[in-house]
């Protein structure tokens, strides 16, 4: 059996838009019915919600029903075990959080490298070799995998070129609350300063040739973002979508009471 390949990666190497979407609800259906809504990747958080780690395989699986969609999984932590732990489950691409210097960046590098180049521990039955079946995997592993590191404060920035320069590091995407609250903004994404920040940030990755990815569920935003030079943008959450939506339909009826 073949090496699953990875379109996001080659996506992102060939300098192809890639337009995503947030998943925080937990469980399968959810991720499933996201795949099918025309999006290019799905990110299940494990950081900022309440999904667990042994959710993380059967949303990999809901998401795997549609060949042209890319899963990518998001750690709590950067930790070798965690990411071990998605890497056997399958996932082919992990945006690692709260990523301040290279040598962190490093650090998640070495944790998705089996050794001699990496940490990552071999397990011989398990989803990500199709349960052996995938003939030398672990040869060929780290040629499938993408690893996306997130900078989201304003030390991580003035170490940006740095950050994007580590071997191994395929893209870097930038998290505009935790910058915001960094920069004395807390709850302001929006603000001119932040925004000021984000697009300089930007141009910045452009200049290195590393990938750009942000997260905004401003539209406008995001197309701004684009223009700039971000190759993987994230354009909603699901969870806010369901609010928004519910908040919509509860108005639309209130004359009904």
């Given at each position: 059996?073949?090496?699953?390949?990875?379109?996001?990666?080659?996506?992102?190497?060939?300098?192809?838009?890639?337009?995503?979407?947030?998943?925080?609800?937990?469980?399968?259906?959810?991720?499933?019915?996201?795949?099918?809504?025309?999006?290019?990747?799905?990110?299940?958080?494990?950081?900022?919600?309440?999904?667990?780690?042994?959710?993380?395989?059967?949303?990999?699986?809901?998401?795997?029903?549609?060949?042209?969609?890319?899963?990518?999984?998001?750690?709590?932590?950067?930790?070798?075990?965690?990411?071990?732990?998605?890497?056997?489950?399958?996932?082919?691409?992990?945006?690692?959080?709260?990523?301040?210097?290279?040598?962190?960046?490093?650090?998640?590098?070495?944790?998705?490298?089996?050794?001699?180049?990496?940490?990552?521990?071999?397990?011989?039955?398990?989803?990500?070799?199709?349960?052996?079946?995938?003939?030398?995997?672990?040869?060929?592993?780290?040629?499938?995998?993408?690893?996306?590191?997130?900078?989201?404060?304003?030390?991580?920035?003035?170490?940006?070129?740095?950050?994007?320069?580590?071997?191994?590091?395929?893209?870097?995407?930038?998290?505009?609350?935790?910058?915001?609250?960094?920069?004395?903004?807390?709850g302001q994404a929006a603000h001119l300063e932040v925004v000021a920040a984000i697009e300089d940030a930007i141009g910045r990755l452009k200049k290195t040739g590393v990938p750009a990815g942000i997260l905004t569920v401003d539209p406008a935003f995001a197309r701004r973002c684009v223009e700039?030079?971000?190759?993987?943008?994230?354009?909603?959450?699901?969870?806010?979508?369901?609010?928004?939506?519910?908040?919509?339909?509860?108005?639309?009826?209130?004359?009904?009471?």
């Amino acid at each position: 059996m073949d090496m699953p390949r990875n379109r996001f990666k080659a996506a992102l190497r060939e300098g192809r838009q890639q337009i995503g979407i947030w998943n925080t609800l937990g469980g399968n259906t959810v991720p499933e019915l996201l795949a099918g809504c025309g999006f290019d990747w799905v990110l299940v958080d494990t950081e900022h919600s309440p999904v667990e780690a042994c959710q993380v395989m059967p949303a990999l699986q809901a998401i795997s029903g549609y060949p042209d969609v890319s899963a990518v999984v998001r750690p709590d932590i950067n930790d070798v075990a965690l990411i071990k732990r998605y890497l056997d489950m399958g996932a082919q691409t992990l945006l690692i959080p709260y990523v301040q210097t290279p040598e962190e960046a490093e650090a998640a590098v070495r944790a998705v490298r089996y050794p001699p180049r990496g940490v990552r521990g071999v397990g011989g039955l398990v989803r990500a070799s199709r349960f052996g079946k995938v003939a030398d995997y672990v040869e060929h592993a780290e040629e499938e995998l993408c690893l996306l590191v997130q900078v989201e404060t304003q030390e991580a920035l003035s170490r940006l070129e740095e950050i994007a320069g580590v071997d191994g590091v395929d893209g870097v995407f930038i998290g505009p609350a935790d910058l915001a609250a960094s920069m004395g903004h807390r709850g302001q994404a929006a603000h001119l300063e932040v925004v000021a920040a984000i697009e300089d940030a930007i141009g910045r990755l452009k200049k290195t040739g590393v990938p750009a990815g942000i997260l905004t569920v401003d539209p406008a935003f995001a197309r701004r973002c684009v223009e700039l030079g971000t190759t993987f943008t994230a354009v909603g959450i699901d969870m806010a979508l369901m609010l928004d939506g519910l908040a919509k339909l509860s108005n639309s009826v209130s004359d009904l009471r």
